[in-house]
């Protein structure tokens, strides 16, 4: 994601917290009044130079005799030269989100794709109309969009453009209508069966290596969010340890007058400890533990184009396999071809019924059965020729995919990071204030006592 998506991200986020902040009574009463839908309304960023930009806001309710799912308007501002107009608007819902990916990932293979937001709540099961729910998902599908728009290849199909630009009615005939295999096809029937239980043999050690680090990438994900969990359990509880100081020492006042400027000076500072505290609890899941999934789930789309390029050179070393087998039966059926002239019975030797040799003779059935594999063998090289083409293309798109996808990672975990490191600063920075503000009083009273 370039300079300018980061600035529309931070926009975005900022409109999306005062949308989650929102005092409203029902959490859907904004999303079903239209009148309400300014308040969940993003905008562009102008310093933003990229020539496709794409903003996702103002998620609205439908209710139908027969569903109810939640919308989200797709804007999209565009300078390229294939699209007729700068600007569109259109509506979208999370199954149209769906459709669009699975195409791509059908039709690209080896590209790591995008992943979407899970269908239901990450942490626990709730209402998915309810507010929060749906702030998060519209956030992550809004940067599903924008990474697809980033992207040098996905962002140009088709199939993308048509979700940005076609109306519901347009939209949902192309869905009807657009069939495809993508790039590499469907391998037959019998090559599924053998591949699936086939494992490639001469996979490179580079493409080895980045199996190997998606793999463990994807394992440490996994332990931070774990870690994080367990580290926001034990802030959620120490926070309610610091909400019960300030009444305990309001009841100490009670008891000893004389030392009243100082309780109160230490009840106020757990106050200000317990905001600080509070705050960084409720950035925790939208700031850490939701980017961290995700991008776990990222690393998932990333194992799939390995074991898709896997795939495709799987099918080719499985025709290689047919077609050596049917060169070794020629080469030894060629070499019987003497043996058999001198074993061979002469034809007055064979049953005869109504004029015709009920039996072909070794010659002929040697004979027969080289034309089957000559025909084979022909079948077979062009097989492995569209094959290779195939996995030289899929090593190529990896390598191409997989180093830009590398870096984008590490821009934006690395922003995840420092992002949780600086709610971290700014929750100690306000304690140690707090405190310092009370240690001056506690001490002058502590010293007029003595």
């Known amino acids: 994601m370039s300079a300018g998506s980061e600035n529309l991200e931070e926009d975005y986020v900022d409109h999306t917290d005062r949308m989650r902040n929102s005092n409203t009574i029902e959490a859907l009463t904004e999303i079903e009044n239209a009148g309400d839908l300014i308040l969940m309304k993003g905008t562009f960023n102008q310093n933003d130079l990229r020539d496709l930009q794409v903003l996702l806001d103002q998620p609205q309710k439908h209710v139908t005799p027969f569903e109810t799912y939640i919308s989200y308007q797709v804007s999209t501002k565009t300078s390229r030269i294939e ?4 600007n569109y608007v259109v509506r979208r819902r999370y199954s149209d989100f769906e459709w669009l990916r699975n195409q791509l990932s059908l039709c690209y293979p080896t590209l790591i794709v995008p992943p979407l937001p899970e269908k239901h709540s990450l942490f626990e099961q709730i209402d998915r109309y309810d507010r929060d729910f749906i702030t998060s ?3 992550l599908l809004h940067r599903f969009l924008n990474r697809l728009a980033d992207h040098p290849v996905l962002s140009c199909d088709k199939k993308f453009e048509a979700f940005l630009i076609d109306t519901p009615v347009e939209f949902s005939t192309f869905k009807k209508s657009f069939a495809g295999f993508g790039l590499f096809g469907k391998m ?27 793999d463990k990438l994807s394992e ?14 034990e802030r959620t509880a120490y926070l309610q340890d610091l909400q019960m100081v300030q009444p305990i020492l309001n009841q100490w006042q009670a008891y000893e007058p004389n030392l009243s400027q100082g309780l109160q000076a230490i009840g106020e500072a757990a106050i200000t400890c317990a905001d600080a505290q509070r705050k960084l609890v409720d950035c925790q899941k939208p700031s850490l533990s939701v980017p961290l999934h995700e991008y776990g789930l990222y690393t998932e789309a990333a194992k799939d184009s390995l074991r898709n390029r896997d795939n495709a050179q799987i099918d080719y070393e499985v025709h290689m396999e047919q077609l050596c087998r049917v ?6 059926l060629s070499g019987m071809g003497k043996y058999l002239q001198l074993e061979t019975a002469p034809l007055s030797d064979h049953p005869v019924m109504f004029g015709m040799n009920m039996w072909k003779s070794p010659e002929q059935v040697q004979q027969q059965r080289m034309q089957q594999l000559e025909t084979g063998a022909s079948t077979l090289a062009v097989q492995v020729e569209v094959s290779r083409d195939k996995m030289e293309c899929a090593n190529e798109n990896l390598r191409a995919d997989f180093e830009r996808w590398n870096q984008v990672k590490s821009r934006d975990l690395k922003n995840i990071l420092q992002e949780m490191a600086d709610l971290h600063i700014k ?7 707090a405190w310092s503000k009370a240690l001056p009083i506690v001490k002058n009273e502590s010293q007029a006592q003595i």
């Open 220 to 233: 440490k994900i996994r332990t931070m969010e774990k870690i994080g969990q367990r580290i926001q359990k």
């Open 83 to 86: 699209f007729e107009k700068q």
């Open 137 to 139: 998902r519209m956030q």
């Open 327 to 332: 060169k070794a039966e020629q080469t030894q």
């Open 427 to 433: 929750m100690y920075e306000q304690s140690l204030n």
């Open 188 to 214: 037959s029937e019998s090559l599924q069966n053998m591949a699936s239980s086939y494992v490639a043999k001469g996979r490179t050690v580079e493409f080895e290596k980045m199996s190997e680090y998606v």
